[in-house]
């Protein structure tokens, strides 16, 4: 076993660096698009159920922010604790790594009963905050109702399973996708469409998928072949370990729980400028932006180990060599898939549904919302190279800015500037997404050498 362990470690620390970031950042993007799939496959098969499809499908819509924000959740934990693990690790600090996972652990137990009770408690006035009306809400409450008893299993095998890719095992978390997504890819005509649950069939899907995926997660890090285990005397809390991990994890966790809060202001935005075809409208566009972030981000979560553990071993090099080749790949995919998206706005509409309506509304505003992911991908990189080293207050505001600062002020703003046009709101997208990216890179080119030289 001790062969194994200083293996892995060596291969991150002198191994070739094109080599690492294939065969860990690979790996985790797979897992990413299968568990793109896992989300987006609900949408695409409810979207296709005869006469009801278009409703149904704008209620799993706006159902978006719950499931956001439980997914923040599991970020705030997993993500802000697996690159000090790996910090750690690169100190030759085993014994602060498994305490920093086994607090993890208990914040996810934690936040998940908390969550479960709260949006089982509010979810009807929440959702008809976020823009459900008399007839998609049926469909809202149908799916919602039963997502949220699987809220600890998404908090697990999300939020653990970066512990599995902070050892360099990126194959073994790529797994624990994989089984949930296509179990959840199987489940899914056989609950709405063999056995005519509809919305309620999709929902149940998921629940299992996501079980199942949980327990892959679970039994590796308690067995001996994980490097990091889960251990009972590292679960009990340490308010100085869960202050760093809350202090790292507020930047994703803020990332994905303003993607709710944005939903929620686009949503009722659309609602009140357009009406359902707009909100439904925006389901679509949300889903297919999943198709550029999703994997990028998944890209980039199996290369932040690289940067991290050199980092904390010392390894300055590596770490600026590690950053350039992740940004060359990642800029040139985002680009390209996002150009697709504004060429093809149809083809992406029609995946989801055959409202000839709804598609030529999609097809009209879908140039307009993408173009600034053209570019994203260097906000993506820089905000990777931030968690990767560390640096909490940076990616913190970097986090903030594209959502918060920007695009919920000109979500608000631009409709009424432009007369109560209902378009201003698809502007607002792409207008806080390049101001966000300018910002992230300046911020990345005036700091990255004195965090180098600082060390960690």
Same mark, same amino acid.
């Given at each position: 076993?001790?062969?194994?362990?200083?293996?892995?470690?060596?291969?991150?620390?002198?191994?070739?660096?094109?080599?690492?970031?294939?065969?860990?950042?690979?790996?985790?993007? =797979?897992?990413?698009?299968?568990?793109?799939?896992?989300?987006?496959?609900?949408? %695409?098969?409810?979207?296709?159920?005869?006469?009801? *499809?278009?409703?149904?499908?704008?209620?799993?819509?706006?159902?978006?922010?719950?499931?956001?924000?439980?997914?923040?959740?599991?970020?705030?934990?997993?993500? !802000? !604790?697996?690159?000090?693990?790996? /910090?750690?690790?690169?100190?030759?600090?085993?014994?602060?790594?498994?305490?920093?996972? *086994?607090?993890?652990?208990?914040?996810?137990?934690?936040?998940?009963?908390?969550?479960?009770?709260?949006?089982?408690?509010?979810?009807?006035?929440?959702?008809?905050? $976020?823009?459900?009306?008399?007839?998609?809400?049926?469909?809202?409450?149908?799916? %919602?109702?039963?997502?949220?008893? !699987?809220?600890?299993?998404? #908090?697990?095998?999300?939020? +653990?399973?970066?512990?599995?890719?902070?050892?360099?095992?990126?194959?073994?978390?790529?797994?624990?996708?994989?089984?949930?997504?296509?179990?959840?890819? /199987?489940?899914?005509?056989?609950?709405?469409?063999?056995?005519?649950?509809? $919305?309620?069939?999709?929902?149940?899907?998921?629940?299992?998928?996501?079980?199942? @995926?949980?327990?892959? $997660?679970?039994?590796?890090?308690? &067995?001996?072949?994980?490097?990091?285990?889960?251990?009972?005397?590292?679960?009990?809390?340490?308010?100085?370990?869960?202050?760093?991990?809350?202090?790292?994890?507020?930047?994703?966790?803020?990332? #994905?729980?303003?993607?709710?809060? /944005?939903? =929620?202001?686009?949503?009722?935005?659309?609602?009140?400028?357009?009406?359902?075809?707009?909100?439904?409208?925006?389901?679509?566009? #949300?889903?297919?932006?999943?198709?550029?972030?999703?994997?990028?981000?998944?890209?980039?979560?199996?290369? #932040?180990?690289?940067?991290?553990?050199?980092?904390?071993?010392?390894?300055?090099?590596?770490?600026?060599?590690?950053?350039?080749?992740?940004?060359? +790949?990642?800029?040139?995919?985002?680009? $390209?898939?996002?150009? @697709?998206?504004?060429?093809?706005? &149809?083809?992406?509409?029609?995946?989801?549904?055959?409202?000839?309506?709804?598609?030529?509304?999609?097809?009209?505003?879908?140039?307009?919302?993408?173009?600034?992911?053209?570019?994203?991908? /260097?906000?993506?990189?820089?905000?990777?190279?931030?968690?990767?080293?560390?640096?909490?207050? =940076?990616?913190?505001?970097?986090?903030?800015?594209?959502?918060?600062?920007?695009?919920?002020?000109?979500?608000? %703003?631009?409709?009424?500037?432009?007369?109560?046009?209902?378009?201003?709101?698809?502007?607002?997208?792409?207008?806080?997404?390049?101001?966000?990216? %300018?910002?992230?890179?300046?911020?990345?080119?005036?700091? =990255?050498?004195?965090?180098?030289?600082? !060390?960690?």
């Amino acid at each position: 076993m001790e062969s194994n362990k200083i293996s892995e470690e060596e291969k991150l620390s002198r191994g070739s660096i094109w080599k690492l970031i294939f065969t860990m950042g690979v790996p985790v993007l =797979i897992a990413q698009i299968v568990n793109m799939l896992y989300n987006i496959v609900d949408r %695409i098969y409810i979207g296709h159920i005869e006469v009801i *499809g278009s409703d149904a499908l704008t209620g799993l819509g706006v159902c978006n922010p719950i499931i956001m924000f439980v997914s923040a959740f599991a970020a705030f934990a997993g993500f !802000g !604790g697996a690159p000090l693990a790996s /910090i750690a690790m690169g100190k030759g600090d085993r014994r602060r790594a498994e305490k920093i996972l *086994g607090n993890a652990t208990f914040m996810i137990i934690v936040f998940s009963v908390i969550l479960t009770a709260v949006f089982m408690a509010v979810k009807k006035p929440f959702l008809e905050l $976020v823009g459900a009306s008399e007839v998609t809400y049926p469909y809202a409450d149908e799916y %919602i109702s039963i997502y949220l008893l !699987g809220t600890l299993f998404v #908090q697990v095998s999300i939020g +653990l399973n970066s512990f599995i890719t902070a050892q360099g095992k990126s194959k073994t978390a790529m797994f624990s996708v994989l089984i949930g997504a296509i179990t959840n890819i /199987i489940l899914d005509p056989i609950f709405i469409f063999a056995f005519d649950m509809g $919305v309620k069939g999709a929902a149940i899907a998921t629940v299992i998928s996501q079980l199942f @995926s949980a327990l892959w $997660v679970f039994l590796f890090l308690v &067995s001996g072949k994980s490097e990091l285990r889960i251990k009972s005397e590292c679960l009990k809390p340490d308010i100085k370990v869960i202050g760093s991990v809350m202090a790292l994890g507020v930047s994703p966790f803020i990332m #994905q729980s303003t993607e709710a809060l /944005i939903s =929620i202001v686009l949503n009722s935005g659309l609602q009140k400028y357009g009406g359902d075809l707009y909100v439904g409208s925006l389901t679509i566009l #949300q889903s297919v932006m999943q198709f550029i972030t999703t994997p990028i981000n998944g890209f980039t979560q199996g290369v #932040q180990p690289i940067m991290s553990y050199n980092f904390g071993a010392g390894n300055k090099d590596r770490v600026i060599q590690t950053f350039k080749r992740m940004t060359l +790949l990642v800029v040139s995919a985002s680009f $390209v898939i996002a150009l @697709s998206t504004m060429l093809f706005p &149809s083809f992406y509409a029609s995946l989801f549904t055959e409202n000839r309506e709804l598609i030529a509304l999609v097809d009209r505003v879908m140039p307009i919302f993408m173009c600034g992911m053209l570019i994203f991908g /260097i906000q993506l990189s820089c905000q990777t190279a931030f968690m990767a080293l560390g640096q909490a207050k =940076i990616s913190l505001f970097v986090a903030l800015l594209r959502k918060v600062i920007l695009l919920i002020p000109f979500a608000l %703003i631009f409709p009424i500037v432009m007369g109560g046009d209902v378009m201003g709101i698809y502007v607002a997208e792409p207008a806080a997404d390049i101001i966000a990216v %300018i910002c992230c890179l300046t911020l990345f080119l005036l700091n =990255i050498r004195k965090i180098l030289e600082k !060390g960690a």
